[in-house]
């Protein structure tokens, strides 16, 4: 297997702490807070000394649901942490202080001291990521925190969050991806995987925090998980979905995606805000899920005009991201470039549902994803299909996508091979491939 790669700095100083990031062995079978809580402690909790957090967990769409819940906080006049993963070019968009991505002294220092006194605990990459980002959050004076979920929730390095540490949790869009370890035999679990999934994602639920969830999307298994879950952990559940079916809210893309946002509250108190800029049907949930999120709670107000505001100010890279000009964007001079790091079958239907008709798909995927996830719901419209590696990681090879599909060394050579026609191209396949095209095209993410 190649090893992984945590990033490159051009600063000495970070690059040094990534180099002792890289060396870090990943915990395998190791399943617990007790490593993440023992680092925090020695370094004087400061995950206790954090202004309100919004903690969001899912499958797909949790970093878009940050993105409109940081967007939308930051229209009111708030300064706003975030902690996002993964990082798509730099290390440093995984720390947002006070609106700003983390400058690289900071991030020195901060990953130092965490590495320092971890080393004998042997934490985890995301582990020392985490408690970095709460490290620095509580050195820089700001209004609220938004922290993403890496991965699943129970056991995530994120939940040693505690009740009085939170404004609101939330739940986005659930799928089957990390099978691996979400789905890994347990005691005392759901057994049916959707119901395993939602059992994991709902672990962030805590007593009297608002859970605020897409409900009704859902299947039946994985509602009634989240439902025990929150009942058991004494967690104030609101789920999408019409009122008079037990929902507390709900949204809708309304004219089609030509009008606005409709949100309405149970009881028919109703508004509606602006369309989100962000691209796909899906980012209609995404939004009324932050919305909901934030009208839960009360230790941030937000008005509608701010949120109004925020849902049109998101920005998520690598997310239905139509490229601009730059050098790779130049090798296809005539045809729309968009770009996705989707990799599971719930990101293959958004894709699907966005591009109507027929398109040229450049994938990359690393070992472990389904290879058919993206292809599958684009059955009949894929022109031409051809297989990149993904750097730094094992991938599929070009085999894995079927008989169609065919190889190139790298994005550049795909793009030079497409046909010059009007379809347009599609990047996918994998997050860690999306940030190797941002730089490629030199579009950093800020």
């Known amino acids: 297997m190649k090893p992984l790669d945590f990033g490159r700095s051009d600063d000495p100083r970070v690059q040094a702490q990534l180099d002792r990031l890289s060396a870090l062995s990943v915990p395998q079978g190791r399943l617990g807070l007790a490593t993440i809580r023992a680092l925090l402690d020695r370094l004087g909790n400061p995950h206790r000394q954090l202004p309100p957090v919004f903690h969001v967990a899912g499958t797909n769409g949790k970093g878009s649901t940050c993105a409109f819940l940081r967007a939308c906080l930051e229209a009111q006049g708030y300064r706003v942490h975030v902690t996002t993963s993964p990082h798509l070019v730099r290390y440093n968009e995984r720390i947002r202080l006070a609106g700003e ?25 995301f582990e020392v990521t985490i408690a970095a980002a709460f490290l620095a959050f509580s050195r820089v004076p700001a209004d609220a925190c938004v922290v993403e979920v890496g991965m699943g929730g129970r056991f995530d390095a994120t ?158 890279p690598a997310r239905m991201q139509r ?54 719901p684009l059955a009949g419209r894929i022109r031409s299909l051809t297989a990149v590696p993904v750097p730094s990681h094992d991938c599929h090879p070009a085999s894995a996508f079927g008989p169609d599909a065919r190889a190139a060394a790298d994005v550049e050579a795909a793009l030079l091979n497409i046909p010059g026609d009007d379809y347009p191209i599609l990047i996918a396949g994998s997050l860690y491939l999306a940030g190797e095209v941002l730089r490629l095209n030199d579009e950093l993410p800020d």
């Open 101 to 125: 991505l983390i400058c690289d002294a900071m991030l020195a220092e901060v990953l130092a001291e965490v590495l320092n006194a971890g080393e004998d605990l042997g934490p985890s990459f």
């Open 159 to 316: 939940n040693v969050l505690e009740p009085e540490a939170l404004a609101a949790c939330g739940i986005a869009a659930l799928g089957l991806d990390h099978e691996r370890f979400l789905l890994a035999p347990e005691e005392g679990v759901p057994t049916e995987p959707m119901a395993r999934i939602a059992f994991e994602k709902a672990g962030i639920a805590k007593l009297v925090v608002p859970l605020v969830t897409m409900g009704e999307r859902y299947p039946p298994e994985a509602q009634a998980a989240i439902r025990a879950v929150a009942e058991k952990a004494g967690a104030l559940l609101f789920p999408l979905g019409a009122g008079d079916a037990g929902g507390d809210w709900y949204c809708d893309d309304y004219n089609a995606g030509q009008g606005f946002l409709f949100y309405r509250e149970k009881y028919w108190e109703e508004f509606s805000l602006p369309a989100p800029t962000l691209i796909g049907e899906h980012q209609y949930e995404n939004a009324g899920l932050a919305i909901a999120m934030l009208r839960r709670q009360t230790r941030c107000p937000v008005s509608e005009e701010a949120m109004g505001k925020g849902i049109r100010a998101a920005r998520w």
């Open 323 to 376: 490229l601009g000009p730059g050098p790779l964007t130049a090798l296809a001079p005539d045809q729309a470039v968009w770009l996705d790091g989707g990799h599971n079958p719930s990101a293959g239907a958004a894709i699907a549902a966005h591009f109507g008709g027929p398109l040229h798909l450049i994938i990359g995927m690393i070992e472990g994803k389904d290879p058919r996830a993206i292809i599958d």
